[in-house]
Nanobody
Framework: QVQLVESGGGLVQPGGSLRLSCAAS????????MNWYRQAPGKQRELVAVLTSGGSPNYADSVKGRFTLSRDSAKNTGYLQMNSLKPEDTAVYYCNADIILVTGELLDSWGQGTQVTVSS
């Protein structure tokens, strides 16, 4: 019914930048929230940034001032701009969205994840 596809991950040096994208497709009426999580090796998945429809983004303390979450509602796409990257930002980044389907159902959907590696 719905697919989330992330892109933009890769290898970057400390201090560098990456921009992740999350494109939603399928039987979508609207997207209530589009969020980003990450999971580092041996650690639990953690919430990085949250953006609900009509609201302002909220960020984990560890990324405040460095990451920016935005959405293009017309394209059903979310973006996570990551600046001043640190080695501790290395993780698999997952897009998560609360999607209202054309049937009226609310679907909690996840992308497949994209690897971000920060290393010199």
């Amino acid at each position: 019914q719905v697919q989330l596809v992330e892109s933009g991950g890769g290898l970057v040096q400390p201090g560098g930048s990456l921009r992740l994208s999350c494109a939603a497709s399928g039987s979508i009426l609207s997207i209530y929230a589009m969020n980003w999580y990450r999971q580092a090796p041996g650690k639990q998945r953690e919430l990085v940034a949250v953006l609900t429809s009509g609201g302002s983004p909220n960020y984990a303390d560890s990324v405040k001032g460095r990451f920016t979450l935005s959405r293009d509602s017309a394209k059903n796409t979310g973006y996570l701009q990551m600046n001043s990257l640190k080695p501790e930002d290395t993780a698999v980044y997952y897009c998560n969205a609360d999607i209202i389907l054309v049937t009226g159902e609310l679907l909690d959907s996840w992308g497949q994840g994209t690897q971000v590696t920060v290393s010199s």
